[in-house]
T-cell receptor
Framework: EAQVTQNPRYLITVTGKKLTVTCSQNMNHEYMSWYRQDPGLGLRQIYY???????DKGDVPEGYKVSRKEKRNFPLILESPSPNQTSLYFC??????????????FGPGTRLTVT | KQEVTQIPAALSVPEGENLVLNCSFTDSAIYNLQWFRQDPGKGLTSLLLIQSSQREQTSGRLNASLDKSSGRSTLYIAASQPGDSATYLCAVRPLLETNAGKSTFGDGTTLTVKP
């Protein structure tokens, strides 16, 4: 089944404790992206990657890191989480060519709480 | 900076009614527009993707239209059912030669269809 998977689905952690949220897709998509969703602020893009070893900032990159060493994986790293990073996080992927990109497919989400 | 607005924020209709959801964007230089459905606490499910060169796309009871010059898209739902109750979001992607990879979402319209 074609899908985007995220782990963990739920995470409660403490301020300053480094964590990684994994994202993996099995559709051979070039493009991957991370979003956070907050009440009243909607979905905002954190980072995206056009292909392996190519990443760029979205609208709210502060406090996050990403890497794209393999095509299928795009982990989101919080080096020193803070309470304002409590949110619902989504990973997405899509096909991308130099002349086109296509519909985005989303993972199930990771609910992160930082105390 | 692209801004996407969805009005109304919430809509309640009786079962069987036809309805229209609206999505407006400020920068008409878009590559495509995608409509999603999100159930509470869940991920986003893709409904329809309209490329900038297209005027509309249809899938079952759903029809999405795009008027790029006026910065508007509508999602028409025919013969609404209680199972259509969800939040509907639209997202735009810019032209490939500008900010490729960026994606901007509206805040969504929460639809309730009453039996």
């Amino acid at each position: 089944e074609a899908q985007v998977t995220q782990n963990p689905r739920y995470l409660i952690t403490v301020t300053g404790k480094k964590l990684t949220v994994t994202c993996s897709q099995n559709m051979n998509h070039e493009y991957m992206s991370w979003y956070r969703q907050d009440p009243g602020l909607g979905l905002r893009q954190i980072y995206y990657s056009m292909n392996v070893e190519v990443t760029d900032k979205g609208d709210v990159p502060e406090g996050y890191k990403v890497s794209r060493k393999e095509k299928r994986n795009f982990p989101l790293i919080l080096e020193s989480p803070s309470p304002n990073q409590t949110s619902l996080y989504f990973c997405a992927s899509s096909l991308y060519a130099r002349t086109a990109y296509y519909e985005q497919y989303f993972g199930p989400g990771t609910r992160l709480t930082v105390t | 900076k692209q801004e996407v607005t969805q009005i109304p924020a919430a809509l309640s209709v009786p079962e069987g009614e036809n309805l229209v959801l609206n999505c407006s964007f400020t920068d008409s230089a878009i590559y495509n527009l995608q409509w999603f459905r999100q159930d509470p606490g869940k991920g986003l499910t893709s409904l329809l993707l309209i490329q900038s060169s297209q005027r509309e796309q249809t899938s079952g009871r759903l029809n999405a239209s795009l008027d790029k010059s006026s910065g508007r898209s509508t999602l028409y739902i025919a013969a609404s059912q209680p199972g259509d109750s969800a939040t509907y979001l639209c997202a735009v992607r810019p032209l490939l030669e500008t900010n490729a990879g960026k994606s901007t979402f509206g805040d969504g319209t929460t639809l309730t269809v009453k039996p």
